[in-house]
């Protein structure tokens, strides 16, 4: 089966840094990947759509300029969150949809984001 | 607008079954699928429709009826580990998926 990973698994940093998370499709090429985040106890939020070789689509409320997203080739896809706040602790799943088949959508591990 | 609905929470007992509903109403219609996650974890793939009528997969299966835009998880002679998250989650026309807030399993010995 389709298999996408992502790196790393958790991460805790202090207030202020950034912090880049990776998504890779291992077994099949993604023209599509998909970022997700999920607070305690709750649904599964999409933030942005990345499409490979163009720029991300980000959904209404997400700042595109705090998550940079960049999907530079049809494996990989990177999420950075650039000087996080304890606000954005939350558990960040990323997505891939295989270029020949547009219905499902295999999800990552999911990264755990800790901001101190 | 978009929107699933799901129930918030359901318990059931370990050996029963359990049914979880699902409504959905989106901007066009490309299947729907159902995903389980246990706390702590990302979504792992339980099912797809995208015709009428019911899809059986061991345990589980699966139920669509694009007339009435529902859907319903069944879920038979129930194991503890079956505790979890069930969500709901629907492909619109543009195959974006719109997700439901996710029905919390709890199992009882």
């Known amino acids: 089966g389709a298999v996408v990973s992502q790196h790393p698994s958790w991460v805790i940093c202090k207030s202020g840094t950034s912090v880049k998370i990776e998504c890779r499709s291992l077994?099949?090429?993604?023209?599509?990947m998909f970022w997700y985040r999920q607070f305690p106890k709750q649904s599964l939020m999409l933030m942005a759509t990345s499409n490979e070789g163009s720029k991300a689509t980000y959904e209404q409320g997400v700042e595109k300029d705090k998550f940079l997203i960049n999907h530079a080739s049809l494996t990989l896809s990177t999420l950075t969150v650039t000087s996080a706040h304890p606000e954005d602790s939350s558990f960040y799943i990323c997505s891939a949809r295989d270029r020949g088949d547009y219905n499902e959508q295999f999800f990552g591990p999911g990264t755990r984001l800790t901001v101190l | 607008g978009q929107n699933i609905d799901q129930p918030t929470e359901m318990t059931a007992t370990e050996g029963a079954i359990v049914q979880i509903n699902c409504t959905y109403q989106t901007s066009g219609f490309n299947g729907l699928f159902w995903y389980q996650q246990h706390a702590g974890e990302a979504p792992t793939f339980l099912s797809y429709?995208?015709l009428d009528g019911l899809e059986e997969k061991g345990r589980f299966s699966s139920f669509l009826s694009r007339s009435k835009g529902y859907s319903y998880l069944l879920l038979k002679e129930l194991q503890m580990k079956d505790s979890a998250s069930y969500l709901c989650a629907a492909l619109d026309s543009n195959y974006q998926l719109i997700w439901g807030a996710g029905t919390k399993l709890i199992i009882k010995p």
């Open positions: 077994d099949f090429q993604a023209t599509t």
């Open positions: 429709n995208v």
